[in-house]
């Protein structure tokens, strides 16, 4: 796997470390008004942790949620398609779906998640990739994949607990 490039585009939206797959994992956290409220996970597009995504965020704490947006790259942020297809091709799902456990893991484990299960929520790879967690992460009680996007093969899901909401 070759090294992801330092992106050109601007830094990632970030405010929150936890540890996540062996190191440090980096994310957006947004809080809701009320200072508790159920989890969501909220899973960024082949671009990166954008001001877009935070921006998801702080409309699902907004609405009472307690919302993670992890940064899958690290720090980077894409600037053109180019760059984005490669950082997403340069993310291995397995390896995504290990660091998406461990800001579940971080979620759950904050005293202002109210929920013993965690939604998720994502657009594009980050689509994709709320069907692979789902798969594998019974803690994963709803998954809303946007236009996800799934790489390789198809995950398992016969031991799918969440309930999916997508287009038919």
Aim: proline residues 7%; hydrophobic residues 45%; contains cysteine.
């Amino acid at each position: 796997m070759s090294e992801t490039p330092r992106s050109t585009g601007a830094p990632a939206h970030q405010n929150v470390t936890f540890p996540s797959a062996g190191t440090t994992a980096h994310g957006y956290l947004a809080l809701p008004p009320s200072g508790r409220g159920p989890g969501v996970i909220v899973i960024q597009e082949w671009w990166g942790l954008t001001d877009h995504i935070a921006d998801v965020a702080d409309r699902l704490a907004a609405e009472g949620f307690v919302a993670l947006a992890p940064d899958l790259y690290g720090g980077n942020v894409a600037h053109d398609s180019d760059e984005a297809l490669r950082m997403m091709q340069d993310l291995p799902v397995s390896r995504g779906v290990e660091l998406l456990s461990g800001a579940v893991d971080h979620l759950l484990a904050l005293d202002a998640v109210t929920s013993d299960s965690v939604g998720s929520v994502g657009f594009c790879m980050g689509g994709g990739f709320v069907l692979y967690q789902a798969a594998v992460d019974p803690r994963v009680s709803a998954a809303v994949p946007f236009y996800g996007v799934i790489r390789g093969e198809l995950p398992d899901f016969s031991g799918l607990k969440a309930e999916v909401l997508g287009p038919v």
